[in-house]
């Protein structure tokens, strides 16, 4: 067997016998507190970053471009994995995670700039978002350069992931949707690993932000005021 796969069962022995008694309150059912909806880059640790130990208590989505819709003959419609938890576990906080120097971002600004080839599967991917990001890409500062451009674009998509999911009718109108930027670039000026708070149920202006959740004042954070 492969080495990768010999390391990876060994650190789940470690792990069984950690969390061996946790699992006793949720073997039965789960009723999450929150749903969050993540890049599936290796580097954007889902639970980790959270601190989070516990089962059942955060919802874990991921796919590249931490996208919240999924294309059926009806058209765009938010993923049922993302849907799950807030229709039938009582879940009612959503969190749209996206990271610094995103790849799907990346791919989608090229995409809709130069062109790419990619496999059918990445191109499907790419395919939804490039709607939404089409308006951000056309809206970048002449300034900026290619990086920047794609930070810029990360709170971009991560500001249409919330209003996608803030409009739709099959999501519950008492969720609350927020959107963050995992940080591991040093973009953001703080420690890496921090997430960064860019908008809380469709509100983007850092200084409404601020006055608004003066709790978590110290992380929120924008690149890009459009």
Partial sequence: MHETVIDLLAQNESHAEEFD???DDVQDGQAPDAVT?????????QDQMWGNEEPGHIFTCGNIGNRVVQQTE???VVSGDVLYPLVHTGTETAVVVGHTGCGAVTATY???TDGVDEPAGIE???DLLKPHLEPGVEALPDDLDRADAINHLVEYNVDRQVELLRESDDVPDAVDVVGVVYDFQDVYGGRRGEVHVVNVAGET???TLREDHDEIADRIDRLWEY
């Avoid at 909806?37 to 640790?45: A, H, N, T, Y």
């Fill in 21 to 23: 008694a946790r699992f």
């Fill in 124 to 126: 499907h991917c790419l």
């Fill in 74 to 76: 009806a058209g765009q």
């Fill in 205 to 207: 202006d850092v200084e």
């Fill in 110 to 112: 090229d995409a809709l």
């Fill in 37 to 45: 909806v993540c890049c599936s880059d290796s580097r954007v640790l």
